[in-house]
C-alpha cells in the first residue's frame, strides 16, 4: 500500500483528503497543531511554523512514504508575519525535512490559493521571499518586503506559487524523481472561509462566489490533490492546477 503524509487534517480540505486517502486503501499520516475530532489511525501533533516541531514530527516518520500533501494553511487573521511563516517558509521547511523520506518516484502536493495568482505581477517580490532560505524572522521579512497590512495571505501563495515550481528543478527533490506540484482552491466551504470574509471582506469572497455559481467543497478539492500525488501524475511536474470551478478562467476572461 502507499503511505501519504498529510497536513491540515483536522479540518476543511485536509480532513476530507485524509478520508478519501483511506477510502482509496492508502495509510495516512495526518499533521495538524489541532487534533482532529474524528480520529486518525496515525496522527502527529504540530506546529508546522516551528523548526523543533517540524524537527521532533520528522523523528516519528516512518523511513518511507509515497507523497506529502501540504494541506495546512491560515488565512491571515493571525496577523502578515504568521501567515507567510505558516503558509510559505513553514510549508517550505517541513517538504524539505521530508523529503528524504519521500520514496524515489514520490511526490509533493502543496496547497496554494486562485489568491496567490499575483505571483507573475509581483515576480520579483515572489523571488525574494523564496530566495531567503530557512526559517527568517517574518517580522523582518515584512519590513524588508514591504508587506501591506492583510497582503501576507496572498504573498504567502504567491511565493509558495514560485516555489512550486523551482522546487520541481531542487536537486533534493528531482535527483530522486520528487514531483512537486500545486493545486489551487477558489472559495471553498470550510471554516477559513468565515475567516477570509474578515480579511479580504464579503464583497470580494461573494463576487468569487457569484462568478462561478457557488462555493466548492473539501470534497471537490481532495481529489485533484491525491491525483497530483500519484503515480498517475507521473509526467506532472511544478505545475499548478486550479480547482476552481472556473473562477481563474473567469477573471482572465474579462483581462486577456
Ligand atoms: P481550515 O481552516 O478548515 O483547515 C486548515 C487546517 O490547517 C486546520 O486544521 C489548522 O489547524 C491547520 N493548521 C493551520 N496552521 C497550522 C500549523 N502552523 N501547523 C499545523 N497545522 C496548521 O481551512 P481549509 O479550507 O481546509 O484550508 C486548507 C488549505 O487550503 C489552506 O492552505 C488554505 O489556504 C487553502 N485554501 C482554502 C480555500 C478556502 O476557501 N477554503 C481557498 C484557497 C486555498
Known sequence: GKTILITGVASGIGARTAELALAFGADV?????????????????????????IAELVSRLPQRIDALANVAGVSGTLGDAKTIAINFYGLRAL????????REGGAVVNVASVAGYGWRANLERAKGLVGVQGFPDPDQIVKEFAIAEGEGYPISKEALLLWTQRAAHQALFRDRGIRVN??????????????????????????????????????????????????????INGANLPVDGGL?????????
Do not use: Y
Open 182 to 235: 500545486a493545486v489551487s482552491p477558489g472559495p471553498v466551504t470550510t471554516p477559513i472561509l468565515n475567516e477570509f470574509r474578515k480579511v479580504f471582506g464579503d464583497a470580494r469572497v461573494d463576487s468569487d462566489i457569484t462568478r462561478v455559481g457557488r462555493a466548492g467543497s473539501a470534497p471537490d478539492i481532495a481529489p485533484a490533490i491525491l491525483f497530483l500525488a500519484s503515480d498517475g501524475a507521473r509526467w
Open 248 to 256: 481563474e478562467a473567469s477573471i482572465n476572461a474579462d483581462v486577456l
Open 95 to 102: 517538504s524539505e525535512a521530508v523529503a528524504p523520506h519521500i
Open 29 to 53: 499520516i495526518g499533521v495538524d497543531r489541532n487534533v482532529p475530532a474524528a480520529p486518525l489511525q496515525s496522527f502527529i501533533k504540530a506546529d508546522i511554523s516551528s523548526p523543533e516541531s
